[in-house]
């Protein structure tokens, strides 16, 4: 499968524990989404990269979420100190910018216990 | 306010019926508009957006700046149309071009045999 490729694909975790996500992105995409879907809702956005450069964060990303995408190829993010409403799937797409379409990951299913 | 908004959860018809799955956006620029799926299963993929103006399985959807809806139709639903759609919306297209979607809570399309 050369899509975008998300790992773990379902992770439980305790109250307080730090979790951290991959995502490998379509190989020749200089674009990077993360997105956060919670049961019944749609995808909401996080955050976005451009190459390596976190270009813009959304106000549902607090201090205790980072993501970083070191060289301009694959992605983590990481929940510090998780809470029970962190729960969540947690989507990645990519593109090629420009308009192009973006294409998604299956998602990380996180279950905070 | 950026916000999509699918007002039904889920439409249930009969194979063969006609289909419109309502999208209501709000928006004060020119965005660009798309309708995801989520077939059961698979990951989340573009189905058509505004600017393509293209009819992809049948679907279309025509863009209605002064109601602000971009609703998506189908004359004659298929048994394997039955997925969740999703509405999204791309603000500031063509100026920024972020590639940011504003998802809609979707709707699940359900076709009866």
């Known amino acids: 499968d050369t899509g975008v490729s998300q790992d773990p694909r379902h992770k439980i975790t305790k109250r307080g524990q730090n979790v951290t996500f991959r995502c490998d992105p379509i190989?020749?995409?200089?674009?990077l989404y993360w997105y956060r879907q919670t049961l019944g809702q749609g995808p909401e956005f996080l955050t976005y990269?451009?190459?390596?450069?976190?270009?813009?964060k959304s106000r549902l990303l607090s201090d205790r979420f980072s993501a970083e995408r070191p060289k301009g190829s694959f992605s983590t993010l990481e929940i510090q100190r998780t809470e029970q409403g962190d729960s969540a799937m947690y989507l990645c797409a990519s593109s090629r910018g420009g308009g192009s379409e973006a294409f998604f990951g299956q998602g990380t299913r996180l279950t905070v216990v | 306010a950026q916000r999509v908004t699918q007002p039904e959860k889920l439409l249930s018809v009969f194979k063969g019926a006609p289909v419109e799955l309502k999208c209501n956006y709000s928006?004060?620029?020119?965005?660009?508009l798309f309708w995801y799926v989520q077939y059961s299963r698979q990951r989340l993929q573009l189905l058509l957006r505004h600017i393509s103006r293209e009819s992809i399985k049948g679907f279309t959807a025509d863009l209605n700046k002064g109601e602000t809806s971009f609703h998506l139709k189908k004359p004659f639903a298929q048994e394997e149309d039955s997925a969740m759609y999703y509405c999204a919306l791309e603000p500031a297209w063509g100026s920024s071009n972020t590639g940011k979607l504003i998802f809609g809570q979707g709707t699940t399309l359900q076709v009866k045999p």
């Open positions: 990269f451009q190459n390596e450069a976190q270009l813009e």
């Open positions: 190989s020749e995409h200089n674009r």
């Open positions: 928006y004060s620029g020119s965005p660009e």
